[in-house]
């Protein structure tokens, strides 16, 4: 039910750790449950109650929209009610573009397919891997507020990014990420995750 945001550099860990709570990549020790399914022992159980949204927006591009929700609704056992998924796509913008390929959307539509297809199947832990990586400000808002809904309906929400003020826009949580290890974790309202920023990041990065 927490909403965490992740910072760090580059390379200090935050995508190889999404990829492992999404089931991507299998760690080298430790284990990992969603709603008691292990990660790695109940992988198919555990996923279905994962939404994952990253770089690389997993949709197919020579699919439109409507047909890769449609598709993915079967890989999650799903329900693929056109009505439904045409509301969903309205949801980011896309109802009227729901029916062409989408390899002919920019980068910035494709994420918002992305958003679409990792919320579609209603899951409970949702990973966020620089989600606002193309988004103009209007699509932006439209997942913040969706991330909102989410939040205040009891998901939980794990989302990297190298904006300070937009990752603690909803957090209720911040981690800091330094080569690997957390070198700060406390409530994204104190004071000290900035001053923990500056230290492990700004300062890091001019160095």
């Not at 991507?24 to 969603?34: D, I, W």
């Not at 079967?74 to 062409?100: H, K, M, T």
């Not at 700060?184 to 300062?203: F, H, M, N, P």
């Amino acid at each position: 039910g927490e909403s965490v945001v992740l910072f760090g550099s580059n390379g200090a860990g935050k995508t190889t750790f999404l990829k492992m709570a999404g089931g991507l990549m299998r760690p080298t020790r430790g284990s990992l449950s969603v709603e008691g399914f292990d990660i790695g022992k109940q992988a198919d159980e555990a996923r279905r109650r994962i939404g994952f949204l990253s770089h690389n927006t997993f949709v197919y591009k020579d699919l439109s929209p409507l047909e890769n929700l449609k598709f993915f609704c079967r890989l999650y056992g799903v329900p693929d009610s056109e009505e439904r998924l045409i509301d969903l796509l309205d949801r980011v913008g896309l109802r009227g573009r729901a029916s062409e390929p989408v390899r002919a959307f920019s980068r910035g539509l494709q994420q918002r397919v992305g958003i679409a297809r990792a919320l579609l199947h209603d899951p409970s832990v949702i990973l966020l891997d620089e989600p606002y990586t193309g988004l103009d400000a209007k699509a932006a808002q439209t997942l913040n507020g969706m991330l909102d809904e989410a939040l205040a309906a009891g998901k939980t929400i794990v989302l990297t990014t190298h904006d300070l003020d937009q990752g603690l826009r909803a957090a209720t949580r911040a981690l800091i990420l330094d080569r690997g290890n957390v070198v700060y974790d406390g409530s994204a309202k104190d004071t000290a995750v900035r001053e923990a920023y500056l230290r492990y990041i700004q300062q890091g990065n001019t160095k």
